[in-house]
């Protein structure tokens, strides 16, 4: 059972913090469209994988950040967003807290591309200021074979990997009925439109489209949170280690 932050009472933090537990994972995401499923899709995502990894790496679970940055979609009714200036320095400040608070490790676990420079931003302040390490993971990035294998196709943004873990996560926030593949828009490099036209967003034409499948969801759950599961692991132990292999 993962033990979460806002659930402690002070004291038992106290007892807690860091004698017997000093990693805390933050999820963050943000609040805008995606195809078939809900608003919150970037939060609901990275909270499932701390959820399933937080005993594993032995780290409790720390309240998510819903509100990020959001560009190209937040035309898109129920979309929200905050600057990016704004989001760096409340995440700065809120890493910079943890630390103080007596965490030495903070595993990021980001779910929208769009905080992505902000964070490793408030990451390098953070490590800097404070002996505390700090790991942001962009969770489609860790290996986006594992959609291949898994789906014979690619990824995308509210494409066939985020439908999935959303279903792997909570199957009621997936609305296959609200699904049209006329959604789909395929990002091209060096070109740039806003609003974007579709908010399900793909790289290569005819890739990406959404899989309703519970049970193949759970398994590239399963997989992804076992890739960084183990990567976190290694990245402790050489942390551990002072780089000395
Ligand atoms: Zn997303």
Request: contains cysteine.
């Amino acid at each position: 059972m993962p033990i979460y932050w806002d659930r402690l009472n002070w004291q038992e933090y106290r007892e807690l913090v860091p004698k017997k537990i000093d990693t805390v994972i933050l999820p963050v995401g943000t609040i805008e469209a995606h195809g078939a499923t809900n608003l919150a899709t970037d939060v609901v995502i990275p909270l499932k994988i701390a959820e399933e990894i937080a005993d594993a790496v032995q780290a409790m679970i720390a309240p998510p950040v819903y509100y990020g940055v959001t560009r190209t979609l937040y035309p898109y009714p129920g979309s929200l967003t905050v600057k990016p200036e704004t989001f760096e320095a409340y995440l700065t400040e809120l890493l910079h807290s943890m630390a103080e608070q007596g965490m030495k490790k903070i595993v990021v676990l980001n779910g929208h591309g769009g905080n992505n420079d902000e964070l490793k931003n408030a990451a390098f302040s953070t490590g800097r200021k404070f002996k505390t390490k700090v790991a942001v993971i962009h969770w489609w990035m860790m290996d986006p074979d594992l959609v291949k294998q898994i789906y014979k196709t690619e990824g995308g943004h509210a494409a066939v990997d985020e439908t999935a873990m959303v279903l792997a996560a909570d199957e009621t926030l997936v609305k296959k009925e609200l699904y049209d593949e006329k959604m789909s828009y395929r990002y091209q490099d060096g070109i740039y439109v806003y609003p974007i036209p579709g908010t399900i967003i793909i790289n290569k034409d005819g890739t990406g489209g959404p899989d309703f499948d519970p049970e193949k969801a759970k398994i590239y759950l399963d997989k992804v949170c076992e890739k960084i599961r183990d990567f976190l692991l290694d990245v402790f132990d050489m942390w551990e280690k002072g780089g000395k292999g």
